[in-house]
């Protein structure tokens, strides 16, 4: 099963209506009794540019803890599924686009693809686990470097801290044959 995200601009921004869609679609197929491998993907430009600032600054309070409420749901929603789930990454994967992709079990992007969380450079920090699912991938310390510089880092960097597990010319194809692979 193959997840696009999308948006109007391209950019797939994780607004709250699109956080709910995608975390009714991966619980939808969590209730299914055969349990098919998921891939999340984008367009060629963006996998996804993560929330959708324009929204989230006009929420109030209690509206922004419950979307990172909702938005920790579809994470964990994704992390916790009981089939192989990968992240098939083209060009920005930024906040809380690399939440997502952090939640899966494995992530190959094109050699274009851009890495970053770059919150602490808006004054805001991810509340979606990244903060959580980073470190544990790439090391506290690397992890703590790309979060307070609002660090992008490109494909083949990423490859090399263990951010990504492969890159390929073709992340779709090649994700579709790990999850059967699995």
Excluded at 128 to 157: C, D, N, Y
Aim: charged share 20%; glycine share 8%.
């Amino acid at each position: 099963m193959v997840l696009t995200i999308t948006s109007p601009d391209l950019t797939n921004r994780l607004s709250r209506a699109r956080v709910l869609a995608l975390t009714n679609e991966v619980e939808r197929l969590l209730k299914a009794s055969n349990w098919l491998p998921l891939i999340l993907t984008g367009n060629p430009k963006f996998f996804s540019a993560g929330a959708d600032l324009n929204e989230i600054s006009q929420l109030t309070g209690p509206d922004a803890y419950e979307f990172a409420l909702t938005g920790q749901r579809l994470m964990n929603a994704v992390d916790n599924y009981p089939a192989p789930v990968a992240a098939a990454i083209s060009g920005y994967c930024m906040g809380g686009g690399l939440d997502l992709a952090l939640a899966c079990d494995y992530r190959i992007c094109l050699p274009n693809a851009i890495f970053g969380h770059r919150g602490a450079a808006l004054g805001i920090m991810t509340g979606w686990g990244g903060t959580q699912r980073l470190p544990r991938l790439i090391g506290k310390s690397r992890a703590m470097q790309m979060f307070v510089a609002a660090e992008k880092i490109h494909a083949r960097e990423a490859l090399e801290i263990g951010l990504v597990d492969a890159i390929s010319s073709e992340p779709l194809r090649t994700a579709i044959e790990w999850v059967h692979s699995r």
